[in-house]
């Protein structure tokens, strides 16, 4: 059972829009920033955003992510079957003095 | 460029200690708000933090592996390890380490990540 909640799997057709949702509490998300990674099938985690929004270089602007409260989502525009992956959401938790992480979520690009 | 690479043993006997080494390049963990982390997801299966060790040398565990775990640096020398105890099958993972650069709560690079199995 994870910290942070995601929904196990999304999908959507080439060219299309979807969203990952994080949710949280008020130790993680609602009070510390949030990161996102992607895990291509049989690699290493990578960094998608870091501090809720921002980008590391590279990442190209089809992808956001913004945090209300204490959830956050991760936005994938202009899908590519190259997007298929899992998708993991990051905090630091305040009362646990621990990172937490998301369990996952799957995109499937149909 | 930075670069983190973990090594260890491949295969364990269940209640032996784990030992990793993550050898890292391109930062020092002198350096103020530098940090490096360990992270494992057994296969088919989630991302789970284990620990973190900053600049300071604070120190800081996973709540329900705190009692297993431990983790040191050596900055002479560019390496963090962990030491897990009692090693079971569930601790079967692939073990990544990682850093975390100002203070923040994020990981900007990985190591390839090595693979731990436990069995008899």
């Known amino acids: 059972q994870s910290v942070l909640t995601q929904p196990p799997s999304v999908s959507a057709a080439p060219g299309q829009k979807v969203t990952i949702s994080c949710s949280g509490s008020?130790?993680?998300?609602?009070?510390?920033?949030v990161s996102w990674y992607q895990q291509l099938p049989g690699t290493t985690p990578k960094l998608l955003i870091y501090?809720?929004?921002q980008r590391p270089s590279g990442i190209p602007n089809r992808i956001s992510a913004s945090k209300s409260g204490t959830s956050a989502t991760l936005d994938i525009t202009g899908l590519q079957t190259g997007d298929e992956a899992d998708y993991y959401c990051g905090a630091w938790d305040s009362s646990l003095s621990a990172v937490v992480f998301g369990g996952g979520t799957k995109l499937t690009v149909l | 460029q930075v670069t983190l690479r973990e090594s260890g043993p491949a295969l364990l006997r269940p209640t032996q200690t784990l030992t990793l080494t993550c050898t890292f390049s391109g930062f020092s963990l002198s350096t103020t708000g530098m940090c490096v982390s360990w992270v494992r997801q057994p296969p088919g299966k989630a991302l789970e933090w284990l620990a973190l060790i900053d600049w300071e040398d604070d120190k800081y565990y996973t709540p329900s592996l705190k009692t297993r775990l431990t983790i040191s640096k050596d900055t002479s020398r560019d390496q963090v390890v962990l030491t897990m105890s009692n090693m079971g099958p569930v601790d079967t993972a692939t073990y990544y380490c990682?850093?975390?650069?100002?203070?923040?709560?994020?990981?900007?690079?990985w190591g390839q990540g090595t693979l731990v199995t436990v069995s008899s």
């Open positions: 501090d809720n929004h």
């Open positions: 990682a850093r975390i650069p100002n203070a923040g709560n994020y990981f900007d690079y």
């Open positions: 008020r130790s993680n998300i609602g009070n510390n920033h």
